[in-house]
């Protein structure tokens, strides 16, 4: 009964070491204005699932659920077009935030001008990490 018992858990302990939770920040001007994405991999075989996080303190803080992704790295790239206002690209899907009221809406069609690239929420040296752009 004890061998039972010890292998189940280490085969439990197998399925879980490829689950992985992982944050990457970008405070947006003041440190009262952040973008946050998070990623949340449950299982080793499962998509990754993406949330944005739109936080302007003290007046609000939402999440905001991005597609579910296959990718084994995945990259979210953020532009501005105005201040306080930011489009999201995540593959071929774009969504828009604003960091004033913590709105969030996705695009039908892709924008013709998102703005300037702000910078790119992505994998680097085995984290995630949002990397400002030049």
Same mark, same amino acid.
């Given at each position: 009964m004890q061998m039972r018992t010890l292998i189940a858990?280490?085969?439990?302990?197998l399925l879980?070491?490829?689950?992985?939770? !992982?944050?990457?920040? &970008? =405070?947006?001007?003041?440190?009262?204005?952040?973008?946050?994405?998070?990623?949340?991999k449950p299982y080793?075989?499962?998509d990754w699932d993406l949330e944005l996080i739109v936080r302007n303190h003290p007046d609000c803080q939402r999440r905001h659920p991005l597609k579910a992704t296959a990718d084994e790295s995945?990259?979210?790239?953020?532009?501005t077009p !105005?201040?306080?206002? &930011? =489009?999201?690209?995540q593959n071929k899907r774009w969504y828009v935030t604003d960091s004033r009221t913590c709105q969030f809406q996705a695009f039908k069609e892709p924008p013709p001008v998102p703005g300037?690239?702000?910078g790119t929420f992505q994998e680097k040296?085995?984290?995630?990490?949002?990397?400002?752009?030049?």
């Open positions: 858990l280490a085969g439990f302990a879980l070491t490829g689950c992985r939770n !992982e944050t990457a920040s &970008f =405070i947006a001007g003041d440190s009262d204005r952040a973008i946050t994405l998070e990623l949340n080793p075989w499962s995945p990259k979210v790239e953020l532009y !105005e201040p306080y206002v &930011f =489009i999201v690209r300037d690239l702000v040296g085995g984290k995630y990490r949002f990397a400002k752009a030049p």
